[in-house]
Nanobody, 117 residues
Framework: QVQLMESGGDLVQPGGSLRLSCAAP????????FGWHRQVPGNRREELAS???????MYQNPAKGRFIISRDNALKTVYLQIYDLRPEDTAVYFC???????????WGRGTQVTVSS
């Protein structure tokens, strides 16, 4: 079973920043769109941002203004840079990879981000 690997989650103070990474060593990433999501226990998973095979980003409302998604195909890694972290950003952050024009999709197990003073 293909597994994506998120990393970079941490405990940070409000106003801080983090860069999350999503490594996908087992797949040919050039054929996949990637996305970042987050989930608070008891809540639905929330989509934040996606980036297509051409590198074009798209942001959902919760991620507009403070989040930047990017990808490095050579490193098979997708990033989510988050600025000005707020307590409400506390969640487990997940990435997914969805093959273009296909139903093939993979997920990671998530990385915990905690924003607290």
């Amino acid at each position: 079973q293909v597994q994506l690997m998120e990393s970079g989650g941490d405990l940070v103070q409000p106003g801080g920043s983090l860069r999350l990474s999503c490594a996908a060593p087992e797949i040919n990433v050039v054929f996949f769109n990637f996305g970042w999501h987050r989930q608070v226990p008891g809540n639905r998973r929330e989509e934040l941002a996606s980036i297509d095979t051409e590198g074009t980003p798209m942001y959902q409302n919760p991620a507009k203004g403070r989040f930047i998604i990017s990808r490095d195909n050579a490193l098979k890694t997708v990033y989510l840079q988050i600025y000005d972290l707020r307590p409400e950003d506390t969640a487990v952050y997940f990435c997914n990879a969805k093959m273009k024009s296909s139903s093939v999709e993979y997920w990671g197990r998530g990385t915990q981000v905690t924003v607290s003073s």
